[in-house]
Nanobody
Framework: QVQLVESGGGLVQAGGSLRLSCAAS????????MGWFRQAPGKEREFVAI???????YYVDSVRGRFTISRDNTKNTVYLQMNSLKPEDTAVYYC??????????????????WGQGTRVTVSS
């Protein structure tokens, strides 16, 4: 079983930047896809980005060009660099590991080992 711990959230003004981190302990995540999701107040959790084990990435349209997902397999850590933040990016951000390995998915049901989340608030 892998444990995931997110950090790096906070309060930032619109146009600012934050970098989220997700540290994995337990079984390594090296051979698994890792994803970031977010849940805004009153809304369902939604996909944000995914990184495959070889570093290939994919983003939801609303963040493409502003957010960058990356991973450091030597540190068992995945990052989400968020630039040009907007008030609509306000949410609790979660990282998760793909249940079956190194696969692409943007569906929440394909992921497990969810972290506790880190809150991002973007003020206008």
């Amino acid at each position: 079983q892998v444990q995931l711990v997110e950090s790096g959230g906070g309060l930032v003004q619109a146009g600012g930047s934050l970098r989220l981190s997700c540290a994995a302990s337990g079984r390594t995540f090296t051979t698994y896809s890792m994803g970031w999701f977010r849940q805004a107040p009153g809304k369902e959790r939604e996909f944000v980005a995914i990184t495959r084990s070889d570093g290939r990435t994919y983003y939801v349209d609303s963040v493409r060009g502003r957010f960058t997902i990356s991973r450091d397999n030597t540190k068992n850590t995945v990052y989400l660099q968020m630039n040009s933040l907007k008030p609509e990016d306000t949410a609790v951000y979660y990282c998760a590991r793909h249940l079956r390995g190194d696969y692409f998915s943007d569906h929440e049901a394909d992921f497990g080992s969810w972290g506790q989340g880190t809150r991002v608030t973007v003020s206008s």
